[in-house]
T-cell receptor
């Protein structure tokens, strides 16, 4: 079945550590996105990529980094520079400018 | 800046009643709107969308209404069921050159037995 796979589902990090969240899609979509969701709030855009080897900052990119070496993959690294990284992270893809297809999310907790 | 907001953060309805979830948007350039449903601990799922050249669109048990004059979007769920309990988000596509979606803060719908 086509879809978006995020891993791990749950992740714990010590302060000062970098962690990388995986996002893979087999929908053949050009565009991919990373969102952050905090309790009781909407989704905020971290980074997006419209094509391989190109990505753009979203509204809250500070403390995060991404790469887009393959069409299917868009990993997100949460760096130690992110001061409040505990959140639910959602990856999504789209054909471009339309409906977003979401993964099941990764919950990151900083200990 | 542009934003998408919801009138009510929580909504409780009796099973079998109809639900109406509202959303206000402020970006007049938006021409595409989507409603998503998010169950606890899961990713959002597409419910229904509508383009700005339409006022109403119906799906299975759901209807989206768009009022461009007052920049208002609503989601109507007919005969609400326990499985409809979730957070509902509206989103608009008016932001940025890539027309990425901007999401509202969500409404928690609780269906009472």
């Amino acid at each position: 079945d086509g879809g978006i796979t995020q891993s791990p589902k749950y992740l714990f990090r010590k302060e000062g550590q970098n962690v990388t969240l995986s996002c893979e899609q087999n929908l053949n979509h050009d565009a991919m996105y990373w969102y952050r969701q905090d309790p009781g709030q909407g989704l905020r855009l971290i980074y997006y990529s419209q094509i391989v080897n190109d990505f753009q900052k979203g509204d809250i990119a500070e403390g995060y980094s991404v790469s887009r070496e393959k069409k299917e993959s868009f990993p997100l690294t949460v760096t130690s520079a992110q001061k409040n990284p505990t959140a639910f992270y959602l990856c999504a893809s789209s054909i471009g400018g339309g409906e977003l297809f979401f993964g099941e999310g990764s919950r990151l907790t900083v200990l | 800046g542009e934003s998408v907001g919801l009138h009510l953060p929580t909504l409780s309805v009796q099973e079998g009643d109809n639900s109406i979830i509202n959303c206000a948007y402020s970006n007049s350039a938006s021409d595409y709107f989507i409603w998503y449903k998010q169950e606890s601990g899961k990713g959002p799922q597409f419910i229904i969308d509508i383009r700005s050249n339409m006022d109403k669109r119906q799906g299975q048990r759901v209807t989206v209404l768009l009022n461009k004059t007052v920049k208002h979007l609503s989601l109507q769920i007919a005969a609400t069921q326990p499985g409809d309990s979730a957070v509902y988000f509206c989103a608009e596509n008016g932001k940025g050159s890539a027309r990425q979606l901007t999401f509202g803060s969500g409404t928690q719908l609780t269906v009472l037995p």
